[in-house]
């Protein structure tokens, strides 16, 4: 993938309105950490300067940018996380220049060019924020799954946190995965760290990670073009667990999917499926899994994977 490179928007499944860019609750911000960013950011604007500005949002992404000046977030986040006096030295050590909120709707993928080069791939329904610093790039996902194609610098290291998962990386490409405490990483190319709540591993080209909860799982070899097919709006399974598969269809329709017997998570499915036809997937499971598929009149739209009627 080169840096201009973007991904169709997939066939509409259920057309929305923009989605609104993401934000955190509002907490009082550190005046110390404040102090410690305004006092010296002339001059370590003048040593480290930016790039030029990133491209303009792409038509099926919203994309909110702000400078340090502009916003306080940063300082709000430290705030929160550390007490004041610590905020305040993590702020001089490693001030953020620029914060951005992306992210896309349930029927939209995008690809957002970054300033200093590396490209971010988001699938449907993702929300992430990137913060330039000093000494480093970070990005934070909220909820969703995209690809990182990172530009190397060796003095400003390129991190993706998770939850409780953190992706450190100098220059790769990468996929992460987020749905709540549960996170997969794949690494398409390069090298990169993870770490988790009290271990961490590297990853090479065509291993997959799987992080429940800040815990680390054995380090998998895969396909990593068939995991990262969703750019090119396909499902590829390959004897995947039906609770996962369960999960994606969830994810690209638009409407929740439950098991309803525990004994069903066993079951495994293969092929090749478009996500532009999630639902379509979800009819034809009963013709090869001994499950039916039933819509409850009061569900709201949820629907359930039972067991079929007869069969173990």
């Known amino acids: 993938m080169t840096a201009h490179r973007r991904s169709q928007p997939i066939a509409p499944i259920a057309p929305t309105g923009p989605t609104a860019p993401s934000s955190a609750p509002s907490e009082a911000a550190s005046p110390d950490a ?16 930016l790039p030029p500005q990133a491209l303009s949002p792409l038509p099926h992404a919203t994309r909110d940018g702000a400078t ?3 916003r306080r977030r ?13 905020a305040a030295l993590l702020a001089w050590q490693d001030p953020a220049w620029r914060t951005e909120h992306i992210a896309t709707g ?3 993928r995008a690809s957002v060019e970054l300033v200093d080069g590396s490209v971010v791939e988001l699938d449907t329904s993702t929300r992430l ?9 970070r990005v934070v996902l909220q909820e969703g799954r995209a690809l ?10 390129f991190l993706v946190d998770a939850g409780s998962t953190q992706v450190r990386v100098l220059g790769t490409a990468f996929d992460v995965r987020r749905r709540g405490d549960d996170v997969m990483v794949t690494v398409l190319r390069g090298r990169v760290a993870v770490a988790g709540n009290h271990a961490d591993a590297t990853l090479q080209a065509n291993d997959q990670i799987h992080v429940q909860a800040g ?11 068939d995991a990262t097919a969703w750019r090119h709006g396909h499902l590829v399974f390959d004897r995947t667990p039906l609770p996962e598969v369960l999960a994606e269809i969830a994810r690209y329709s638009g409407r929740p999917v439950r098991l309803g017997d525990a004994s069903l998570a066993q079951l495994e499915v293969s092929g090749v499926y478009r996500t532009a036809n999630a639902d379509a997937l979800l009819t034809l499971l009963p013709s090869f899994l001994p499950v039916r ?8 739209g949820e629907r359930w994977v039972l067991p079929r009627p007869g069969k173990p």
């Open 34 to 49: 404040d102090a410690a960013l305004a006092r010296h950011r002339a001059a370590l604007q003048e040593r480290f300067p």
């Open 68 to 70: 340090a000046g502009q």
């Open 74 to 86: 940063p300082a709000r986040l430290l705030a929160v996380a550390l007490p004041a006096a610590a």
């Open 106 to 108: 349930p029927d939209r």
């Open 129 to 137: 924020t990137v913060s330039r610093h000093l000494r480093s790039r």
């Open 148 to 157: 990182f194609d990172v530009q190397p610098s060796r003095w400003r290291p």
């Open 215 to 225: 815990a680390l799982g054995s380090t998998a070899p895969v396909n990593a073009t």
């Open 293 to 300: 598929v039933d819509t409850p009149p009061d569900a709201d």
